[in-house]
């Protein structure tokens, strides 16, 4: 395993890339030659170390008791070959190098010791990065949706495929699709947006950047996971069949068909009272027949067992297991539990064999296209070239977290005067690097339950990052109490620090986690809105207690937007990052000094409160505030909302045609201009306003974004080519149509404030929508003199 190994060349993952001749025939040849059992053995998965026992720790729901006693080592379980081998790297911390060369020698026993010699697949979680031991840590998606910037995604998509690579792992388990619905959901950290055109737009960037490291990248959690009821992990979920085609599957659809992503996980959740594990209507006719996905689905972690267990639509795992398959879904994971229960029922024809042979061929084909069915394929890889933390992924991630941090509110307190001396940083998230992460960062969801093993990251701190950035001054730490609990004994401490300092920075938000563990993060669900915790009294006695006149700066990192109402009416100015990652810490302090000029937009509302739960900017009219409910539900800030150093004026809007086919395309511009003094970027926002349709609308749409590097005084014409599909809608027919009629254009700053609008008229019969139909949008700028 030396440097002089051959180069191996990059797979083509896209499931629409016909295979070879040879290797469609080896694929057939094996499906032929195999045993019911190893085929059976070829859908299934093998999580060594359990992942909810031993020294795994609880990183699955329910990891403990879904295993059960089944074998959980290679030699115990996979004589009969085996489909895909689960997070070999990302269950306990294990050395990159040393779990490389692991891999390696399992591959090869199985080449060695099961019948066909055919390798196993093997994925990992790669949501902000690789979950491995020391390997870059990247911001939260919400931090991707922030930053507005496809093209920056895509790189970092490609860090993280090659990471993947270099140690032999062949698909990530990522990026999440889920449209954020209601920010009490614990996982709203791991989504992008609430808008599903930016999900989508991000979410292939993010695919293909992947993918083009010839690492699978996977679609989830397909679908209607983020519509729980109540914000509830796993809770029922009850969308109807015109929010799940026009809110939910849109970004699916993007991915899919756009991104050429080869896998797909399913949901957890029930919708409308069928799970999605057994929803062939959605796995097979919707994803299969309709969009025409080729490549693999697999399950999310012991959803197919959860058909028995949790839905109740199952009477034993080898009926929660038949269903799956009958449903579509290729490949049980992290474990085969239901799938091996299925050889006496597949050899008495009560399960077709030929179910078990449509996934066999995917998952074959799938190998295939990667060369583990080649002839002499060598599973070695170089482990001198394993480097999973590179300068240039932290550069990576540093771009990123500059350009997603959000500037809520400033009343001219920031960037922090040169002339403050003294500053205090005080609460719970100052000094504490594990905040700078979500919940599927490797220090969060396996470090973290292994106390005193090291990071092997350097990552400093919020309050190390501002004593770089801000040299000059003195800083004066104090913690003021926990993120979560009810201990106030150190808000004295606290506001003594802030009583005597020349400016005050709060470090306020979340600690990442896994059910129950922590305040954000799959199973860490909220009842409130209001800041974890004491947090928000700590803040209070801080501002109470400054002396008049001293600015108070208020950072959030936090994997979720919350009710800050009041901090944004009090506080001198308010930073939102959410989960930045390692680099975060130096992006925030960049803001605060200035060195940094803040680019970041809000992905999703701010919220006013809890009881306006569930929300989206996307609301109908009755949706929005109304005299006939005593519950505000108007966001304290709204989607798209992000302020800069500079200043941005957006003029002379103008379309090519009053008149659109309703099967054509907006072509739209607008010049930008940056009238301040200093470099900045600004996001330009089209929305869309359709004042009268068959159905119910919302009150705008994003329609087409751009962001756009300004020098002082710059100015340049965004052209923006809006496919009409942007605004379909599913009729009342329930056929997903784009209609005539009239449609605002709106562009300004945000969601709510319209600063110029255009005129357009779709012209023609009602366009049914297909998926020959462009979904992407076409950007472009034009430099002024």
């Known amino acids: 395993m030396s440097t002089d190994l051959p180069a191996r060349p990059v797979a083509d993952v896209d499931p629409s890339t016909p295979l070879s001749p040879e290797r469609a025939a080896r694929v057939e040849e094996l499906v032929g030659a195999m045993t019911v059992e190893e085929k059976l053995y070829q859908l299934v998965g093998l999580w060594e170390g359990r992942g909810g026992t031993g020294e795994g720790g609880d990183v699955a729901p329910m990891a403990d008791a879904m295993q059960g ?177 026009d809110v939910l599957l849109v970004p699916f659809e993007m991915a899919l068909l756009d991104g050429g992503v080869g896998s797909v996980m399913n949901s957890y959740a029930e919708v409308d009272g069928v799970p999605v594990a057994a929803d062939a209507s959605l796995l097979t006719e919707l994803l299969r027949e309709r969009w025409g996905f080729e490549g693999t689905v697999v399950a999310d972690y012991f959803s197919v067992a959860f058909l028995q267990t949790l839905h109740g639509v199952a009477a034993d795992v080898a009926d929660a297991g038949a269903q799956a398959l009958e449903a579509g879904i290729d490949v049980e994971l992290p474990t085969g ?90 609460g719970p998230n100052a000094d504490d690097p594990s905040a700078l992460f979500g919940c599927y960062s490797f220090a969060n969801h396996v470090l973290a339950q292994h106390p005193g093993t090291p990071m092997r990251l350097t990552v400093p701190p919020v309050l190390e990052a501002l004593r770089s950035e801000l040299a000059g001054a003195e800083l004066v730490h104090a913690r003021g109490c926990d993120v979560e609990g009810a201990d106030t004994s150190g808000f004295g401490e606290a506001v003594e620090a802030a009583r005597g300092a020349d400016a005050v920075v709060v470090v306020l938000g979340d600690r990442a986690g896994l059910f129950g563990r922590g305040t954000s993060g799959e199973g860490c669900d909220a009842e409130s809105l209001d800041l974890p915790g004491v947090q928000q009294q700590l803040l209070d006695a801080v501002l109470d207690g400054v002396e008049p006149g001293t600015p108070v700066v208020l950072v959030l990192l936090t994997g979720r937007p919350y009710a800050v109402a009041s901090a944004l009416e009090r506080c001198s100015a308010v930073v939102q990052a959410f989960f930045p990652g390692q680099e975060g810490a130096g992006a925030v302090a960049g803001v605060l000094s200035g060195r940094v000029n803040p680019s970041g937009h809000l992905p999703v509302t701010l919220p006013r409160s809890v009881g306006a739960q569930p929300y989206s900017y996307l609301h109908p009219i009755l949706g929005g505030a109304s005299s006939v409910s005593n519950i505000a539900t108007e966001p304290v800030l709204p989607f798209g909302h992000g302020l800069s150093y500079t200043t941005f004026e957006r003029s002379d809007l103008q379309v090519e045609s009053a008149e659109v086919p309703t099967g054509g395309s907006i072509i739209a511009s607008v010049v930008v201009t940056n009238t301040g003094e200093r470099a900045g970027a600004d996001v330009v926002q089209l929305y869309g306003h359709d004042p009268v349709a068959s159905v119910t609308r919302p009150v705008t749409q994003l329609l087409a974004h751009a962001r756009v590097a300004l020098e002082p005084g710059e100015s340049v014409r965004v052209l923006l080519d809006v496919p009409t599909r942007r605004l379909a809608l599913t009729d009342r027919r329930g056929v997903r149509v784009v209609e005539p009629g009239a449609v605002q254009l709106r562009v300004g700053p945000d969601a709510e404030h319209v600063e110029l609008t255009a005129d357009v008229e779709l012209v023609g019969d009602a366009h049914p929508v297909t998926t020959a139909d462009r979904r992407t949008v076409v950007t472009a700028l034009e430099a002024l003199a």
Request: glycine share 10%; hydrophobic share 45%; net charge negative.
């Open 69 to 245: 006693d089944a074998p959980d080592s290679l030699e115990g379980y996979a004589l009969a070959g085996l489909g895909q081998l689960t997070r070999v790297f990302g269950t306990t911390p294990v050395d990159a190098v040393e779990g490389a060369r692991g891999l390696v020698a399992k591959q090869r026993w199985l080449q060695e010791r099961s019948r066909h010699g055919v390798p196993a697949l093997v994925h990992e979680e790669c949501l902000t990065g690789l979950a491995a031991w020391g390997a870059t840590t990247f911001p939260a998606p919400l931090s991707w949706g922030a930053s507005f910037d496809e093209g920056l995604v895509e790189q970092l998509g490609a860090a993280i495929g090659e990471s993947m690579r270099s140690l032999g792992v062949h698909q990530g388990l990522a990026p999440v699709l889920d449209v954020v619905r209601d920010a009490r959901w614990g996982r709203v950290e791991e989504c992008i947006s609430e808008d599903p055109h930016l999900v989508g737009e991000v979410a292939t960037a993010y695919v293909r950047g992947v993918q083009s490291a010839g690492v699978v990248a996977t679609l989830k959690h397909f679908v209607g996971y983020s519509n729980s009821r109540a914000g509830r992990n796993l809770a029922p979920v009850h969308a109807g069949p015109r929010e799940l085609a």
């Open 337 to 426: 539990v239901a799938y091996l229960a299925l050889a006496d029922a597949v050899r008495s024809g009560a399960v077709p064999e030929a179910l078990v042979d449509r996934a066999l061929r995917r998952v074959l084909t799938q190998k295939a296209a990667l060369g583990l069915l080649d002839p002499g394929y060598d599973p070695s890889v170089d482990l001198d070239a394993i480097d999973l933390d590179p300068p240039a992924h932290r550069d990576l991630a540093r771009r990123l977290a500059e350009e997603s941090v959000v500037l809520l509110s400033n009343d001219g307190s920031l960037p922090l005067s040169t002339t403050a001396k003294r500053v205090a940083v005080v």
